[in-house]
Each structure stands twice: as C-alpha cells, then as structure tokens.
C-alpha cells in the first residue's frame, strides 16, 4: 500500500478581511490593563525595596558587633544574648506578619 500524499495550499482558503473585522477592545479595557500593570510594577518594586531593607536590617547588626561591644563594654556571653533577643524577636514578629503578607 502506497500512502498518498495530500497537500493543501494554505493560500487556497485564505479570505482577505479588512481592518473592520480584527476585532478591538474597548478603550476602557485597554486603559484598564495598563493601570493594572503600572500597578503590579509599582508592587513588585516596593516588595523589592522591602526585601532589601529587610537583609540590610538583619545583618547590620552582625557588623555592628565589634562596636557595640566596645562602646557598651559587653562581653562576648552578653553580646551573644543580645544577638538572641534580636533574632528571637525577630522570628516572633513573623509569625503574625507572614499570614498577614500571603
């Protein structure tokens, strides 16, 4: 058995159409949109920001600690604890703030 080979031009169903016929949202929907992308960018930007801030604050404090412990005299037990408050206060504070994010 032999298999024939069907070719179609795609040029043989081809109807021109006019411009008329594309259709086109209405301007309010258009408008609607790029309000809302503007909207998401301006979102993901703050988040971005916040995310920033957010590691900054976080390991500042590590930095810090040399001069923290000269200029408060705390030893390194003491120093130790403050960076446990930090970070328990810290893990604390997520707990109501990530439901609130998601």
Do not use: H, W
Request: with cysteine.
């Amino acid at each position: 058995m032999e298999k024939e080979n069907i070719t179609l031009d795609p040029r043989s169903s081809f109807t021109p159409s006019s411009s008329a016929d594309i259709p086109v949202p209405p301007d309010g929907l258009v408008q609607r949109s790029t309000r809302i992308k503007r909207i998401q960018t301006t979102a993901m930007l703050l988040l971005f920001f916040a995310a920033v801030i957010n590691y900054l604050d976080r390991s500042s404090l590590s930095v810090a600690n040399l001069t923290i412990r000269e200029e408060l005299g705390l030893s390194a037990t003491e120093i130790g604890a403050l960076l446990s408050v930090f970070s328990l206060a810290y893990g604390i504070a997520q707990l109501p703030c990530g439901p609130l994010l998601d």
